[in-house]
């Protein structure tokens, strides 16, 4: 494993970027529009240089990751000689296709086709491009950098020698990693949105307050962070989007919260926004009254 491709430029691509380029693997970033690929090296760079500032990270091996970024803005091109491509796509199947399928015709007959899809189907992806063997979910959490899991996720179709491989991707980049066969929200987004909608449900029938129910949880169940500011900072609309996908898939347990609904129509979809079940406009964040 030496060369990895990202596509993608956003929160999840540009972490999974750095976090490539760290563990000392060439990386070349892609975007449709190579000015966006390089903003985005260039906030990886400001990212690296507070943690110079800050004595978690010495001069020397800033820019030994900084060398080993590279922008790009054709996709077929920076497919070229991969070991290994990750999406970061926005969380849709004809788009995800469409990037890989450019991949797969351009990059090694060996090349791993990676996908960060927290809930699309892996089997299916790999059935339209014709190479199920060879593709993997690869699912990161936000951050990339900061997160310590790496979530694994077999295709029907998957190679048990591209499960090996990423295994050993995961330890390169300093991540635990889980493998769960492919299904509906996998592992961690079932369960992640399933107890985000119950907190929602429990908002709307007045049970507590925003800041209660986090602090419920965290306090509580030692989560790091409770399941609406972490709705937050996923995407509103994200979390909508997967829970419709699960309410089709699995059943009426996964029906989104009505108030979720409301609030992505309003384009309160958290931290992007500005607004979501917190004012993000704050500093820290200030929980909204909603009973």
Same mark, same amino acid.
């Given at each position: 494993?030496?060369?990895?491709?990202?596509?993608?430029?956003?929160?999840?691509?540009?972490?999974?970027?750095?976090?490539a380029?760290?563990?000392?693997?060439?990386?070349?970033?892609? #975007?449709?529009?190579?000015?966006?690929?390089?903003r985005?090296?260039?906030?990886?760079?400001?990212?690296? #240089?507070?943690?110079?500032a800050?004595?978690?990270? @010495?001069?020397a091996?800033?820019?030994?990751?900084?060398?080993?970024?590279?922008?790009?803005?054709?996709?077929?091109?920076?497919?070229?000689?991969?070991?290994?491509a990750?999406?970061?796509?926005? !969380?849709?199947?004809?788009?995800?296709?469409?990037?890989?399928?450019?991949?797969?015709?351009?990059?090694?007959?060996?090349?791993?086709?990676?996908?960060?899809?927290?809930?699309?189907s892996?089997?299916?992806?790999g !059935?339209?491009?014709?190479?199920?063997e060879?593709?993997?979910?690869?699912?990161?959490?936000?951050?990339?950098?900061?997160?310590?899991?790496?979530?694994?996720?077999?295709?029907?179709?998957?190679?048990?020698?591209?499960?090996?491989?990423?295994?050993?991707?995961?330890?390169?980049?300093?991540?635990?990693?889980?493998?769960?066969? #492919?299904?509906?929200?996998?592992?961690?987004?079932?369960?992640?949105?399933?107890?985000?909608?119950?907190?929602?449900?429990?908002? !709307?029938?007045?049970v507590?307050?925003? !800041?209660?129910? @986090?602090?419920?949880?965290?306090?509580?169940?030692?989560?790091?962070?409770?399941?609406?500011?972490?709705? @937050?900072?996923?995407g509103?609309?994200?979390r909508?989007?997967?829970?419709?996908?699960?309410h089709?898939?699995?059943?009426?347990?996964?029906?989104?919260p009505?108030?979720?609904?409301?609030?992505?129509?309003?384009?309160?979809?958290?931290?992007?926004?500005?607004?979501g079940?917190? @004012?993000?406009?704050?500093e820290?964040?200030?929980?909204?009254?909603?009973?």
């Open positions: 494993m030496k060369t990895v491709l990202v596509v993608g430029t956003g929160t999840m691509g540009r972490g999974i970027a750095q976090v380029a760290a563990a000392g693997l060439v990386t070349r970033l892609c #975007d449709v529009n190579i000015g966006l690929a390089e985005a090296i260039a906030s990886i760079i400001e990212s690296l #240089d507070r943690r110079v800050q004595g978690k990270l @010495d001069s091996e800033r820019l030994a990751i900084v060398s080993r970024l590279h922008a790009s803005g054709e996709l077929a091109t920076a497919a070229d000689g991969i070991d290994l990750i999406e970061a796509v926005p !969380e849709q199947l004809v788009l995800k296709v469409e990037v890989l399928s450019v991949i797969a015709r351009a990059a090694p007959a060996t090349a791993i086709l990676g996908t960060n899809t927290s809930s699309l892996v089997t299916e992806l !059935e339209r491009l014709g190479a199920g060879r593709t993997i979910g690869l699912h990161f959490f936000n951050p990339p950098p900061a997160m310590p899991l790496l979530e694994i996720v077999r295709g029907l179709h998957t190679s048990e020698a591209v499960i090996e491989r990423c295994q050993f991707f995961a330890k390169m980049l300093g991540k635990t990693s889980i493998l769960v066969n #492919d299904s509906p929200g996998f592992a961690t987004s079932r369960l992640g949105v399933a107890i985000g909608a119950e907190a929602i449900r429990m908002l !709307e029938s007045g507590a307050s925003v !800041e209660d129910i @986090d602090r419920a949880m965290e306090l509580g169940y030692r989560h790091p962070m409770g399941p609406l500011k972490l709705g @937050d900072l996923v509103l609309d994200v909508l989007a997967i829970l419709e996908h699960l089709r898939e699995v059943g009426e347990q996964f029906r989104p009505q108030l979720l609904r409301q609030m992505v129509r309003a384009g309160w979809l958290g931290k992007k926004s500005g607004k079940f917190y @004012d993000w406009s704050a820290p964040p200030v929980a909204r009254k909603f009973v």
